[in-house]
């Protein structure tokens, strides 16, 4: 039974632009120092470090994105019921957003985007973009057996 419980969201930077996910898919939020690339992985993936006694692979969300980022400092978001973790710049802050365009629903969105819905806050300026963690899943579960 899915609980009624509201998850804020967890907002991040990506090359100067705000995303977030819902927190009921993040389990934990570490600093990325150090880490081992994987040879032969997908330029997605940028490798792998040990966290609480498991091996957590990384994936480069600007990579994954088409987007280039010059930021030294990265976070790693690691996905609730998951062995990955998604590098991002620098976590923002952890709050209640509002969608205010369901892309969703349009039928000129592709089904299997990143992207899930444009919201706001009424705390920042500026669009937020929402990942489609459903979406961020299948792409993991096809990165897995890729290397």
Request: overall charge negative.
């Amino acid at each position: 039974m899915k609980s009624d419980i509201n998850c804020p969201y967890i907002l991040f930077t990506l090359a100067e632009s705000l995303y977030c996910i819902n927190g009921e898919h993040v389990s934990t939020i570490v600093q990325v120092s150090d880490y081992t690339p994987i040879p032969a992985a997908p330029p997605d993936v940028m490798g792998m470090f040990k966290h609480r006694n498991q091996v957590i692979q990384l994936l480069d969300l600007c990579n994954t994105l088409g987007i280039s980022s010059d930021s030294s400092q990265k976070m790693a978001l690691i996905l609730d019921n998951t062995r990955w973790g998604i590098v991002v710049d620098e976590i923002i802050a952890v709050e209640e957003l509002t969608i205010i365009e369901d892309r969703s629903q349009s039928t000129l969105v592709n089904p299997s985007s990143l992207i899930r819905n444009v919201m706001e806050s009424e705390k920042r300026n500026g669009l937020i973009f929402e990942l489609n963690a459903e979406n961020l899943r299948t792409r993991l579960e096809g990165l897995e057996g890729s290397y």
